[in-house]
């Protein structure tokens, strides 16, 4: 089983025990517990649901496992002959989630 949800503008393939990186959520600590209700399509043995937009009385639980962070950008600006150049990184953070089940 497994279905597209859609989370921060962005969508994800989830499958129950898969372990995912979704955007930093400020109030959300271990062990917490989210549900995505923004279900777009369920697919099972039977076949797949799709929504339109988003499929009724579904949702994906899934567990909060960390905070992480993503890999070093690197931000580099310069002008050519007047002695400007700037070099600044970022490191994005997210949260890890584990999906538990998929309902509907």
């Known amino acids: ?32 517990t989210l549900t995505f209700d923004r279900v777009l399509a369920v697919g099972s043995d039977t076949g797949l ?4 937009p988003t499929v009724a009385g579904a949702s994906v639980t899934a567990k909060v496992l960390g905070v992480e962070k993503g890999d070093k950008i690197y ?18 953070l997210y949260t890890r989630v584990r999906i538990d089940s998929i309902n509907g």
């Open 49 to 52: 649901r799709l929504g339109s």
């Open 75 to 92: 931000i580099q600006k310069f002008r050519r002959r007047k002695n400007y150049d700037r070099r600044t990184g970022h490191r994005q």
């Open 1 to 32: 089983m497994y279905a597209i949800i859609a989370d921060s503008g962005r969508q994800f393939r989830v499958e129950p025990g898969q372990i995912l990186d979704i955007d930093y959520r400020d109030a959300s600590t271990t062990d917490d």
